[in-house]
């Protein structure tokens, strides 16, 4: 079964310190994926995807993110984490199969907490 | 960039109203989505389309239905609103073959 997992609820670090939020999938054929972030009260914006080319994906607010094919990996990094950086991230996989072709599934979401 | 409206913003209905929840689009993609969203939790699909005359059922569609008439427009209803409805409902829109997804403000349902 397709599906995208993001392993943990909720991650904490320190203003100024590395910020990794983690997500796996389980995908038919080459995955699209991307990532998004809720802001209290507010609607989900989008920050990168990948679809193709550089493992590497840089995006939105400084954040970037490494698509690994072969630990199925697709994690969200930030070099040095600020305060206002604490939201709801999700990881979402679009199907491209031919019985879900453009659907949306997302992961359950991890809440990163930035501490002064 | 999508502009995506949902009306209203807030609703509290009574039990066993129907309800209608509105969303709309100006940029003239094709692909459309509901979401269910509690607060501070995962999306679940409910519904989404391809376009005119178009519609699927995603994971938690079973108490409700949409309609795809105009490319712009994408209404959900719930016709017979209950407690376990209350959420967030999200409704989002993509485009192009490599989209992404834009989100409207959402609709925050609360069923008494």
């Known amino acids: 079964a397709q599906s995208v997992a993001q392993p943990e609820d909720q991650v904490n670090v320190a203003e100024g310190n590395p910020l990794t939020v983690k997500c796996t999938y389980s995908?038919?054929?080459?995955?699209?994926l991307f990532w998004y972030v809720q802001y209290p009260n507010r609607g989900l914006q989008f920050l990168l995807k990948?679809?193709?080319?550089?493992?590497l994906v840089k995006g939105s607010y400084g954040f970037e993110a490494e698509f690994n094919k072969s630990q199925t990996s697709f994690h969200l990094k930030k070099p040095s984490a600020l305060v206002s950086d604490s939201a709801l991230y999700f990881c979402?996989?679009?199907?491209?199969?031919?019985?879900?072709?453009?659907?949306?599934?997302f992961g359950a979401g991890t809440q990163v907490v930035v501490t002064p | 960039e999508a502009d995506i409206y949902q009306t209203p913003r807030y609703l509290v209905i009574g039990t066993g109203k129907k309800i209608t929840l509105e969303c709309s689009q100006t940029?003239?993609?094709?692909?459309m989505y509901w979401y269910q969203q509690d607060p501070g939790m995962e999306l679940h699909l409910i519904h989404y389309?391809?376009?005119?005359?178009?519609?699927e059922k995603g994971d938690l569609s079973s108490e409700s239905t949409v309609s795809r008439i105009r490319t712009e427009h994408f209404p959900l209803t719930l016709e017979s609103a209950r407690p376990s409805h209350t959420s967030q409902y999200l409704c989002a829109v993509a485009g192009g073959s490599n989209e992404k997804l834009f989100f409207g403000s959402g609709t925050q349902l609360s069923v008494l």
């Open positions: 389309s391809y376009g005119v005359n178009s519609t």
């Open positions: 979402a996989v679009r199907f491209m199969t031919t019985d879900s072709w453009g659907k949306f599934q």
């Open positions: 995908v038919s054929g080459n995955p699209y």
């Open positions: 940029m003239g993609h094709d692909k």
């Open positions: 990948y679809i193709t080319g550089d493992n």
